[in-house]
């Protein structure tokens, strides 16, 4: 009988293929270096430093109290209510990133995101101590020996003191860092401090010593739709296979100049091969450029086998070279046909002009915004009382914000229909008779104002009010909006 057997589906997920990145030298492992240090420098020192806000007023820089709900940058100080500032900046930061990307492709991804500095530094920890690519695939193959296991140790040991610096470096800020690191070392830190120092200080960890490459690959969503920000004008790392294939040894005869050394690969930090065009692995680090070019330099070839180039560029030149056969005339008859960076288009001129008007936006926002503020707020259990006199009451709640340090004390007057009587609770008057209401320096005052409107008037069952704050001028620097309720005429 024929076999009807079905064959078994191929499996839905590959094993896992370790990544030995080989270390490079060169112009842009030399920028991924200064821009590591940079970051990494701006990370753990920014929460150290102070900055003078008075007494009583945390002295750190930077700080997001949570405890007092303010957050602090240098001598900007924002309240929880202009939290949309904070989502200014994100947008002004998803704008710049698809600008970056639409210009120069996945320059986040290749030298600023948080996961590749951090795995460049754990990676620059495990060469140090396991030694490079060849070392390290020996080791891993071969026995375990008392040397393997103690470099090994040595490393993890390392791994996990950067992990447990950068996760308590993101806790201070938050709290004060003196005081956290002290708390945190004394053993005197809050259950939560610890759990979230444990939970940074795990996913440092893990992230950058183990997963890695996946971390890009499979986890970040970015990859998944960058292309959408791209064109063929967009700088990315490119195999320019028009001058490199076909691909032979250095002496072979009718060779392009990829001599297909696998350089290219083993620096690669994603372990895939640029040769193959465009992919998803591909994080733009430009690691492969620097390999390229030193095996290129050896040979005495020209540097720029592989290169940031524009995908405009790499078909321009492929369509001058067709048919022409390795050597220097295709060399120059490809680089002739390459035009200079057009970096100036309209996809570009609409990431500059919406990253333009929210930043104009934001900084009109912040410069116009008020530093004190009345907010009344109608009480509603019940909505308004009828005194024994026949008289209507409404009561209110007057929260008044001053956001600087200077206090003073303000009078209250009321606007609306003439004959309404206004007293607020617990506070003194002025001579003529209007309620003076003290100001909480940095901080929010709370106020209780009764409205009283006398049987003879006659009002709407909803009347506009509006409640404003004079200062000693006379000058009218805060005002609230609200509504007398009454019973229907």
């Known amino acids: 009988m024929p076999d009807t057997s079905i064959p078994a589906p191929p499996p839905l997920y590959a094993a896992h293929r370790k990544v030995y990145p080989r270390a490079v030298t060169g112009r842009v492992r030399s920028i991924k270096w200064a821009v590591l240090v940079l970051l990494l420098g701006v990370y753990y020192v920014v929460p150290w430093l102070r900055w003078d806000r008075g007494p009583g007023v945390p002295n750190q820089a930077v700080l997001a109290d949570i405890a007092n709900a303010r957050l602090f940058f240098f001598w900007i100080e924002l309240w929880p209510q202009e939290i949309y500032f904070l989502t200014g900046l994100l947008i002004l930061a998803a704008i710049g990133l698809f600008a970056a990307t639409s210009l120069f492709g996945r320059i986040w991804c290749g030298f600023t995101c948080p996961q590749t500095v951090w795995t460049d530094l754990f990676l620059w920890v495990e060469r140090r101590i396991e030694g490079d690519r060849n070392a390290r695939m020996k080791r891993d193959a071969g026995p375990r020996t008392r ?35 002290r708390q945190i070392v004394t053993g005197q830190a809050s259950l939560q401090t610890y759990f979230f120092f444990g939970l940074f200080t ?36 490119t195999y320019r296979d028009w001058r490199g294939e076909p691909r032979g040894k250095p ?101 500059a002009g919406v990253l333009t008007a929210v930043a104009a936006a934001m900084l009109a926002g912040f410069l116009l915004r008020d530093t004190l503020t009345l907010t009344a707020l109608a009480e509603r259990a019940p909505p308004y009382v009828r005194l024994s006199d026949g008289s209507i009451r409404n009561a209110y709640t007057l929260k008044l914000a001053d956001k600087t340090r200077d206090g003073g004390q303000y009078a209250l007057v009321l606007d609306g229909p003439a004959g309404l009587r206004l007293v607020v609770q617990d506070t003194a008057a002025d001579a003529a008779g209007r309620p003076v209401l003290p100001v909480r320096r940095d901080g929010v005052a709370t106020f209780r104002a009764l409205v009283t409107a006398g049987r003879e008037l006659h009002l709407a069952e909803s009347q506009p009010l509006r409640f404003r704050l004079l200062d000693a001028a006379g000058t009218v620097v805060a005002s609230g909006s609200s509504v007398f309720l009454g019973p229907h005429p």
């Open 147 to 181: 040397d393997r296991m103690l470099r090994r140790a040595a490393k993890h040991g390392a791994w996990l003191a950067i992990a447990a610096a950068t996760g308590g470096a993101w806790i201070m800020y938050f709290q004060d860092a003196p005081t956290v690191v």
């Open 251 to 351: 002496k072979d005869a009718g060779s392009g100049d990829c001599v297909d050394c696998g350089a290219c690969v083993h620096v690669c930090p994603t372990g895939i091969d640029i040769r193959e065009g465009q992919q998803l692995q591909c994080i733009g680090c430009g690691l492969c450029v620097d390999a390229c070019d030193d095996v290129m330099g050896k040979l005495s070839r020209p540097r720029g086998l592989i290169a940031f180039e524009a995908l405009a560029n790499l078909a321009a030149s492929t369509a001058a070279t067709s048919g022409m056969a390795p050597g220097p005339q295709r060399f120059l008859a490809g680089m002739a046909a390459r035009r200079p960076l057009h970096l100036i288009r309209p996809r570009t001129m609409m990431y």
């Open 202 to 237: 795990a996913t440092t960890y893990v992230l950058a010593g183990f997963a890695r490459e996946q971390v890009c690959t499979y986890m970040c969503p970015w990859p998944r739709f960058q292309g959408a920000m791209l064109d063929q004008d967009s700088l990315v790392v």
